[in-house]
């Protein structure tokens, strides 16, 4: 059973930025592409950004280069960079990872595993 647990969410004045974590465990590396969703202002889950088994990135194409992923297979930890951060980024941010190492589908649905989320609010 793969865990994952997200942190590094909060508070932040619009133009700030924010680093969120999330531990992975219970799973093979090598078999789980993991990412990041998140899921603002009552919209629907979208996704922000995966990471596949060897490091390639892919980004959603919602996304417009406010936001780095990244990951440390050491710790078994991916993060998500937000810079410039504005009101409209106000939400609940998810990890979640995929089976089969390659990032194929950004589709909610198709996502086998997800963490309980972490809250991020910017004020203007």
């Known amino acids: 059973q793969v865990q994952l647990v997200e942190s590094g969410g909060g508070s932040v004045q619009a133009g700030g930025s924010l680093r969120l974590s999330c531990v992975a465990s219970?799973?093979?590396?090598?078999?789980?592409?993991l990412g990041w969703f998140r899921q603002v202002s009552g919209n629907e889950r979208e996704a922000i950004a995966g990471v596949y088994t060897n490091g390639t990135t892919r980004y959603s194409n919602n996304v417009k280069g406010r936001f780095t992923i990244s990951k440390d297979n050491a710790q078994n930890t991916l993060y998500l960079q937000i810079d410039n951060l504005q009101p409209e980024d106000s939400g609940t941010y998810y990890c979640?990872?995929?089976?089969?190492?390659?990032?194929?589908?950004?589709?909610?649905?198709?996502?086998?595993?997800w963490g309980r989320g972490t809250q991020v609010t910017v004020s203007s």
């Open positions: 219970g799973y093979r590396a090598r078999t789980y592409c």
């Open positions: 979640a990872a995929l089976g089969g190492g390659y990032c194929y589908t950004f589709t909610v649905a198709y996502w086998d595993f």
